[in-house]
């Protein structure tokens, strides 16, 4: 797996390892850098061990990964989408297992599509919630499970220009 350094020279981009996340606009001092730490390691205070939690560890997941295209393979944007999409418009109860099942069909539909990109919202417009904003709250559950839920379906509000491409996706994958 390719770290997001790697990832963003691959795209183009100079990292700002200082101020403001250059991406989501999260109020840190130490840029992309430190938002991937909150990202990495300052949830463990949520128990996303327990299945009725799972839910919100894709969230963040999706989340992050959609503010932030620019540190991941492109095909990313297409997969955190489709999940989100999954789950807001069809209501999916969704599970590991079927993860793999929805990269499975993404690689099927990609090999059709070798130029097909999912451009990204403008930089810092890519939903108004940040990892900053859910570490103030990580210590209380409630409000933070509902926080993690808000900030996924803001962004997911934000790719809107998308929908109807991972609407078509979606479809496929739901009649497997």
Known sequence: ??????????????LLN????????????????????????SFDSSDFSDTENHIYRFFIVDAHALQHPEIHGRWSNH????????????DVKWTYKLSPKLSNHLNSYKKDKPDEHLN???????GNITTVDILKVATD???????????AKCVYDVWHNHHNLVDKIAQGFLVE
Not at 1 to 14: P, R, S
Not at 26 to 32: L, V, Y
Not at 141 to 148: A, N, R
Request: proline share 3%; glycine share 6%.
């Open 18 to 41: 200082s101020g403001k996340c250059q991406f989501c606009g999260a109020n840190t001092e130490r840029g992309i850098s430190e938002c991937l730490e909150i990202f990495n390691l």
């Open 79 to 90: 997969f955190h989408l489709l999940r989100l999409h999954l789950i807001f418009k069809y």
């Open 120 to 126: 990204p919202p403008e930089l810092l417009k890519r």
């Open 1 to 14: 797996m390719q770290n997001y350094i790697d990832l963003a020279n691959k795209n183009g981009v100079t």
């Open 141 to 151: 559950t409630t409000k933070c499970k509902d926080l993690i839920k808000q900030w």
